[in-house]
């Protein structure tokens, strides 16, 4: 019985590293080379699969446009990572077809809604830059908000927009927003895994320490403010086990 039992894990292990491995081939292989832009994301599953995911794809239309989504199913493991596969696929989509940040977030909702048959459901923000202008088209659908920094004026705020999560209620409401983001300005996309961090003592990393974080360092590039975001959150972690996914990605234009 023991040597079934055995046997019964080992294959399960690999079935997971199996499932690993196609849920991260569903991930960019590399981040969008933007000349003026410097683009890096991090990706690490508190599992061996997770929930969490972001996406980088070119949008038609006779200038360049590139669609930027960060999203976070709500679950771990494997029944996540089977709705992540199926939610990033609609939302991609959605998206490819053309429609602005927000309507593609309402169609998507309707196509979750109508294929899933689970009680899961996701948060997502999804965003549309013109690197030429630096105008950023986005929506929120109950995802944490990102943070921009404004280099003229050294200072960091949240891209607020009012939205509500997918793949629960029919007929929601998204804002849509843009702004434009200058030259030296940074953009941090990121899932609830990074101030929802815990330490030792049950304590979360929280957005004050994040925004902190961000702030001091983006006067970098971009590499080294998602190192430096990496670094501050396991010396906060350093000594309990990581509960979440942790996924972010860094957007900067060119000083």
Known sequence: RLRQEEVQRQRLQEELAVGRQIQLSMLPKACPIIPGWQVV???????????????????????????????????????AALFMALSRTVIRTTALSGRGAAAALLRANQLILNDSQSDLFLSAFYAILEPETGRLLYA???????????AAT?????????????GVFEGITIEERRIVVEPGDVLLFYTDG??????AEQHMLGMQRLAEVFRRNAHLDAPAISGAIV???NQFTA??????????????RDG
């Open 194 to 199: 990074i101030p929802e961090g815990l330490n």
């Open 239 to 252: 000594d309990t086990e990581q509960s979440d996914d942790v996924t972010f990605f860094v957007v900067k």
């Open 140 to 150: 929120n659908a109950g995802h944490n908000r990102p943070l921009w920094y404004r």
């Open 231 to 233: 670094d501050a959150y």
């Open 41 to 79: 994301a991090v990706y690490q599953a508190a599992r061996m699969v997770g929930g969490d995911f972001y996406d980088f794809f070119e949008l038609p239309g006779a200038s360049r446009r590139v669609g930027m989504l960060v999203a976070d199913v709500a679950d771990k493991g494997v029944p």
């Open 154 to 166: 050294s200072s960091v705020q949240e891209l607020r927009a009012r939205g509500i999560i997918l």
